[in-house]
């Protein structure tokens, strides 16, 4: 989780907004999938209200707000890298981009990790 808290920082997104919190969970519940397809609104919502007791329309809007706090006022060059459109990512755009950007990340980094032990 410690690259989600980095990139969310560089993103604009503090913990200021109950939406960070959300999205962190959001993005736990995720990682943990296995590779099952999960739903927004029917598995990652209910689990991150579950999680943080509270409601599934909190858990929308709060990471809403943090998207578009992100979108209006944070670091544009790299939201242009993640999100090359116009306009600004739904929900389920952003937490799966940002979800499949930690993924290669780790990746990445264990494969390096190998190469050097190797070596």
Not at 14 to 37: C, D, P, Q
Not at 70 to 79: H, L, N, P, Q, Y
């Amino acid at each position: 989780m410690n690259d989600a808290v980095q990139l969310l920082l560089q993103l604009g997104i503090t913990s200021k907004y109950n939406g960070y919190w959300f999205i962190l969970t959001a993005l736990e519940v995720m990682e943990g999938s296995k590779g099952e397809r999960l739903r927004i609104t029917k598995d990652i919502y209910p689990e991150v209200a579950r999680r943080h007791s509270t409601s599934v329309s909190n858990v929308d809007r709060g990471i809403r707000t943090a998207i578009s706090v992100c979108w209006e006022d944070g670091c544009f060059s790299r939201m242009d890298k993640l999100f090359p459109s116009d306009r600004r990512p739904s929900n389920y755009d952003f937490l799966s981009t940002v979800s499949t950007y930690l993924q290669l990340r780790k990746i990445r980094r264990d494969r390096n990790q190998e190469v050097l032990k190797i070596g």
